[in-house]
Nanobody
Framework: VQVVETGGGLVQAGGSLRLSCAAS????????MGWDRQAPGKERELVAS???????DYADSVKGRATITRDNAKNAVYLQIDSLKPEDTAVYYC???????????????WGQGTQVTVSS
């Protein structure tokens, strides 16, 4: 199973960014998908997650500025963050709970991460 993120880059403060992520490979079903981030010198933190039925959850730090959506047909998840702040600068990691076959348990798969840098 591969999890690949795209969409990172350099953005000015106040701007918007949309990250995309897709899981591919030997997949029977994908459960919750989400995004974590890790800033230099800080611990990794949950940014947002979304269940297979579309229930979303957000960190307080991005609540009101972020929107997470998914496309179940594509095993994809998207994260848009508006009103970006320099403190949003981090490596963003996509994760997906993947069930590889009918009797398998869900296993969290992670992407390699994509850098988001917000300039002031």
């Amino acid at each position: 199973v591969q999890v690949v993120e795209t969409g990172g880059g350099l953005v000015q403060a106040g701007g918007s960014l949309r990250l995309s992520c897709a899981a591919s490979g030997s997949i029977f079903r994908v459960g919750t998908m989400g995004w974590d981030r890790q800033a230099p010198g800080k611990e990794r933190e949950l940014v947002a997650s979304i269940s297979s039925t579309g229930m979303a959850d957000y960190a307080d730090s991005v609540k009101g500025r972020a929107t997470i959506t998914r496309d179940n047909a594509k095993n994809a998840v998207y994260l848009q963050i508006d009103s970006l702040k320099p403190e949003d600068t981090a490596v963003y990691y996509c994760n997906a709970d993947v069930k590889r076959h009918l009797t398998a348990t869900y296993w969290v798969e992670w992407g390699q991460g994509t850098q988001v840098t917000v300039s002031s």
